[in-house]
């Protein structure tokens, strides 16, 4: 069975791109693997907030488990959906799972950190 890998960063893009990558998995009949890959964040200032990365954790489990409802709803169950939560470095993670689920596509949507307002949004084949 294809899969198609989906990574998302709970933006509005990355939500443009699970949508596309829904549509993508209706068209061909693949399975979608949803991914959030969480780093801790860095204390810029005297003051730190207390943050564990199993409370971020947990709060991203959350809002991937909202966003799989949503496409299995869109999909009216015809796709399966698996989600995958992970710390770590971005690219780094994303290419374990790619390793790992061998898609046959991975799309990304994410807001852009230097550039507000630009959407990154891309989907590529999976090449070893």
């Known amino acids: 069975m294809k899969k198609i890998l989906i990574a998302t960063d709970f933006?509005?893009?990355s939500y443009n791109a699970a949508s596309?990558?829904?549509?993508?998995a209706l068209a061909i009949g693949a399975d979608i693997v949803l991914l959030h890959v969480f780093q801790l964040p860095v204390p810029s200032s005297e003051v730190s907030i207390a943050l564990s990365a199993e409370d971020?954790?947990?709060e991203a489990e959350e809002?991937?488990?909202e966003l799989k409802e949503k496409m299995e709803h869109k999909t009216l169950g015809k796709i399966n959906v698996?989600?995958?939560v992970t710390m770590g470095a971005y690219f780094d993670e994303l290419t374990t799972a790619c390793e790992r689920i061998k898609p046959y596509t991975?799309?990304?949507?994410?807001?852009a950190k230097l550039q507000p307002g630009v959407l990154c949004l891309a989907a590529m084949p999976f090449i070893q």
Not at 106 to 111: D, E, F, L, M, T
């Open 106 to 111: 991975v799309v990304i949507g994410a807001r």
């Open 11 to 13: 933006s509005e893009a």
């Open 20 to 24: 596309y990558g829904t549509d993508m």
């Open 63 to 65: 809002m991937i488990a």
């Open 56 to 58: 971020i954790r947990e």
């Open 82 to 84: 698996t989600t995958a």
